[in-house]
């Protein structure tokens, strides 16, 4: 695990933060092809891919019942901010935005990651 700053997610890495704050079990699927996160029921079977930060029939409910609005400022920057103007949060998209200040909101400014969700890091030549 690492400590990573929220605002700094994005991918399979915010989708398992946001299923976290849910209480979701999420689970690294990667099978060379695609890299996404899975729930896992309690027992074991997978229930579908978890992707909150593209797919708005997921990400749409959150920001619903959680009271978050987004606000486009220019081309790739969306702002989000929740109903009680606590936190706000950045991204390329308002899905993105949106479940970066959620997990702001519920997990504070830095989450840990587990290390396979972890960005490559490329070595410094």
Avoid at 45 to 66: M, S
């Amino acid at each position: 695990m690492k400590l990573v700053e929220v605002q700094e997610l994005s991918g399979p890495a915010l989708d398992w933060a946001v299923a976290k704050c849910e209480g979701k079990n999420g689970v690294l699927h990667d099978d060379g092809i695609t890299r996404c996160i899975v729930i896992a029921a309690p027992s074991g079977v997978y229930k579908g891919r978890y992707t909150p930060t593209v797919n708005w029939a997921q990400g749409g409910p959150i920001i619903e019942g959680e009271g978050i609005s987004t606000m486009f400022h220019d081309h790739d920057h969306w702002t989000a901010a929740n109903l009680k103007g606590t936190v706000s949060a950045e991204g390329p998209t308002p899905l993105i935005a949106a479940m970066r200040c959620y997990c702001c909101a519920t997990l504070g400014d830095e989450v840990d990651i587990p290390q396979e969700l972890q960005p490559c890091q490329q070595p410094n030549l």
